[in-house]
């Protein structure tokens, strides 16, 4: 049995219209919005923009994106395996590499790894 399930499409049209204010933005690097903040305020707010995004649009609803971020989470992984060569290479079928989370580059346990990815893919990944 499969675990992928089709999701119905629901547009809240109050949302629309906030969104409709606002800028998509296309980052330079893997950046915590902490950190994006915290530069923000500290600089001219277009400057801290400029540093961190590399294109900068109007956002709109008909926008195609060619690629997205997304998290794997990956389990079952033998200890000896843990390792972000191997992670990278997994990664490698979906997207590219981008970083692990806290938990995962210092674990705690070893049963599961999180992965943030660079995908084009808009199929489920399993």
């Known amino acids: 049995m499969s675990r992928c399930r089709s999701v119905v499409r629901v547009v809240d049209e109050v949302k629309l219209l906030v969104l409709e204010t606002y800028a998509l933005g296309w980052v330079k690097d893997v950046v915590s919005i902490s950190v994006l903040a915290q530069e923000m ?4 707010w277009m400057e801290a923009l400029s540093k961190w995004f590399g294109r900068l ?4 609803s008909s926008v195609a994106h060619e690629s997205h971020r ?3 989470s990956i389990s079952g992984l033998p200890i000896h395996l843990w390792s972000e060569g191997l992670f990278r290479n997994v990664i490698g079928l979906w997207g590219t590499y981008l ?3 806290a938990a995962t580059e210092e674990p705690a346990s070893f049963e599961r790894a999180r992965v943030l990815i660079g995908t084009a893919s808009r199929a489920w990944i399993d």
Request: hydrophobic content about 55%; proline content about 0%; glycine content about 0%.
């Open 41 to 44: 305020y500290a600089v001219a």
């Open 57 to 60: 649009e109007d956002w709109s």
């Open 70 to 72: 997304a998290w794997l």
């Open 99 to 101: 970083c692990v989370d």
